[in-house]
């Protein structure tokens, strides 16, 4: 499993539309950014401290096919990035990602 962090009105244009090619930052680089598991949570801290009003969206490696390709990123890790456009029917789940005394709380075995 891979995760992307929205903010509410990306997450409403993607249940909206079916197909979404991301934030803006997916938008200006050119692929969608994906995190793991380990890397959410940095993710959260670094690119969407303080913000609320997140959801945290799960996909299958495998439903995304051969358009996600692993990276090297920030600290020179690998990163998950989608080369195409995302569509709802690839999303498992989907939460909110509630922010808690200036943290965003991660799912039970994600943080």
């Known amino acids: 499993m891979i995760y992307?962090?929205?903010r509410t009105p990306e997450w409403e244009s993607l249940t909206a539309d079916e197909t979404t090619l991301g934030a803006p930052v997916?938008?200006?680089?050119?692929?969608?950014?994906f995190s793991t598991a380990a890397?959410?949570?940095?993710?959260?801290?670094k690119h969407f401290a303080g913000v609320e009003g997140l959801w945290l969206i799960a996909c299958e490696e495998a439903a995304l096919g051969s358009s996600l390709k692993?990276?090297?990123?920030?600290?020179?890790?690998?990163?998950p990035h989608?080369?195409?456009?995302?569509?709802?029917?690839?999303?498992?789940?989907?939460?909110?990602?509630?922010l808690i005394d200036g943290t965003h709380r991660f799912p039970a075995?994600?943080?």
């Not at 692993?70 to 990163?79: K, Q, T, V």
């Not at 989608?82 to 509630?98: C, K």
């Open 26 to 33: 997916d938008l200006a680089d050119g692929f969608i950014h």
């Open 39 to 45: 890397q959410a949570p940095e993710t959260a801290a």
């Open 82 to 98: 989608l080369y195409a456009p995302l569509r709802l029917d690839q999303v498992a789940w989907a939460q909110p990602l509630p």
């Open 109 to 111: 075995g994600l943080a």
């Open 70 to 79: 692993w990276e090297p990123s920030r600290g020179g890790a690998d990163f």
């Open 4 to 6: 992307k962090i929205f």
